[in-house]
């Protein structure tokens, strides 16, 4: 399976093409574009959809702070029941109506679960943009939310890549915060610092991912001890290179979390994706019209095949009457040809 991951950032698209089999992994190509007055978005989506070649599944990661969390515990793990109950579980605790939200959910933990939702114009005015564009998304996730499949990442810690910060515990994403602008050192450590008060503990350990995570510089102010996440040596041949693993290590995350069914999927409802059901539709569509075809064919050609005979048939019964006749000028018997 192949998966094309776009990350959009406000002045940034960030573009990885992995392939996927049962034993291995493959980084097809990859690419990060800034984005300015010259080389806009519009011109980046169709420079990449012109490239685009082959079935694959494409992945749009919009920016975290679109996304809003609540955590919720329900009697049950079924996550096909826990969508449809969400909606009425957090009926009265979200200020906003929930017909304008779109929602899912990942677990936490046992009974535990991590209730995401963002505004519905958010997520259809990105779709219909990269739609425009010459892309379309079969998937709108964040990058944060996969964060439990970045290789070399603990399960337990506190993660930031420079403008979000997030929590996980036994491999799973429990908490994250997400800002509008880079994440000062001050901001991470009046995070933690509430976070502790309100959970009662915090992991052992904070660890810096992504370029922008690896910049700072006053790593001692932090709460707890800091650690810079690198690659698996089993991973430098998908890589090749740390720069590259920090570049697009989140990326391939999404992939990992999507191949395995536990990425968060913000196309429901309304905006759920149909392009491919459409196309499957054509498919099955022409596959029918050329059956029907090549039936009407074969019954026209055995027609005529029929309709040949007959006429064949005909010709040498009258041909075998004629010689008769000739033979047995007197005879009054009909000829039995």
């Known amino acids: 399976m192949e998966y094309l991951i776009l990350q959009a950032e406000e002045k940034s698209l960030i573009v990885a093409h992995f392939a996927f089999s049962r034993r291995s992994s493959e980084l097809i190509g990859a690419a990060s574009i800034l984005l300015d007055e010259e080389q806009t978005l519009a011109e980046a989506v169709k420079s990449i959809a012109e490239k685009v ?20 515990t329900l009697p049950f793990n079924d996550m096909r029941k826990i969508r449809e109950v969400l909606p009425g579980h957090l009926q009265g605790e979200i200020a906003l109506p929930l017909d304008e939200l ?27 943009k990269f739609r425009e564009f010459g892309i379309e998304p079969h998937i709108v996730s964040s990058l944060p939310f996969a964060l439990a499949y ?43 610092a509430t976070l502790e008060i309100t959970r009662g503990e915090l992991p052992s350990r904070l660890c810096l991912i992504g370029p922008e995570g690896n910049k700072f510089t006053d790593t001692e102010s932090f709460l707890l001890p800091v650690e810079t996440v690198s690659a698996p040596p089993e991973l430098g041949n998908l890589f090749k290179n740390e720069e590259t693993y920090q570049q ?30 459409a196309k499957l539709r054509r498919k099955l569509l022409f596959t029918g019209a050329l059956a029907i075809t090549v039936v009407i064919l074969l019954f026209v050609s055995k027609g005529l095949q029929y309709r040949g005979a007959v006429a064949d048939l005909s010709s040498i019964n009258k041909s075998i009457s004629s010689i008769y006749r000739e033979i047995f000028p007197n005879r009054a018997k009909a000829v039995d040809e």
């Open 53 to 72: 070649t082959g079935s694959m599944r494409v992945v749009l990661c919009l920016p975290p702070k679109l996304f809003a969390h609540r955590n919720v």
């Open 102 to 128: 779109s929602l899912d959910v990942i677990s936490s933990g046992e009974g535990q679960f991590l209730a995401l939702w963002a505004l519905k114009n958010d997520i259809e005015s990105a779709i219909a």
């Open 150 to 192: 970045l290789p070399g990442l603990p399960e337990e810690c506190a993660v930031s890549d420079g403008s979000t910060l997030a929590l996980l515990k036994g491999g799973r994403l429990i908490y994250f915060r997400a800002s509008d602008s880079p994440m000062s050192s001050s901001l991470i450590v009046s995070t933690l």
């Open 248 to 277: 697009i290590g989140g990326l391939f995350a999404v992939a990992k979390a999507c191949q395995a069914g536990a990425l968060p999927d913000f196309r429901r409802g309304d905006l759920a994706w149909t392009a491919g059901d």
